[in-house]
């Protein structure tokens, strides 16, 4: 019964992680700060020396009213593993479009290709974000695709590149290793509940630079 048990409290709590994504953007495109933050913890991280959702709010407020006049996030592709029943990480896909001020007083319409690495965290019952790390491939106005390097191309900043590829060391090795006529050695499938941290090869405690 409790191998049951186990087992229904996992499928309620994939259910439960699935939508924190689907409610961040809604909350986040509809502008409801109030709904956004809680979907974080009370103590959640703001920069270097700031943390509580308070902090978050004011933060959020500050970008969204002086960047953007409307933004609109589209979920994809979302893979979730536990760590134990309280502690999960995920990567989800996510494709967005921003309407966007210039300087100059002109409006782009800037798209964006990313992913979202997660940890979520269950407090007193309901599951939270602990963590999101965005990874950009490319963001760029309507009109002009992001062909060649530094994807990310924002109004009034000089281009960069992005953190698209940077959690998963295939993406180097692939481009490093071409094979060769012989037929190439395939690894073991991954082990249940660790596809994402195969895929890192153990490469450790993740942190990239954010623009």
Request: charged share 30%; hydrophobic share 35%.
């Amino acid at each position: 019964m409790s191998h049951i048990l186990s087992r229904i409290d996992r499928l309620e709590s994939l259910d439960e992680i699935r939508q924190l994504p689907a409610k961040y953007s809604l909350a986040l495109d509809m502008r409801d700060l109030d709904a956004l933050v809680n979907l974080f913890p009370e103590d959640v991280r703001v920069g270097k020396g700031m943390q509580g959702r308070a902090h978050f709010k004011r933060w959020m407020d500050e970008t969204l009213r002086v960047q953007f006049s409307g933004t609109s996030h589209h979920i994809g592709n979302h893979i979730i593993e536990f760590n134990d029943p309280d502690h999960a990480i995920g990567v989800v896909y996510s494709k967005n479009e921003h309407e966007t001020a210039r300087a100059d007083g002109g409006i782009d319409w800037v798209i964006m290709q990313m992913i979202y690495w997660d940890q979520y965290e269950r407090i007193d019952g309901r599951w939270y974000f602990q963590r999101r790390l965005p990874c950009y491939w490319y963001a760029t106005d309507l009109n002009n695709p992001p062909v060649g390097e530094h994807k990310m191309r924002w109004p009034d900043r000089d281009n960069y590149d992005g953190a698209f590829h940077d959690l998963w060391p295939s993406w180097q090795d692939f481009w490093d290793n071409p094979i060769t006529e012989e037929l190439p050695a395939v690894a073991e499938p991954a082990p249940l509940e660790q596809f994402l941290k195969t895929m890192r090869r153990d490469s450790g405690e993740i942190s990239i630079r954010t623009r």
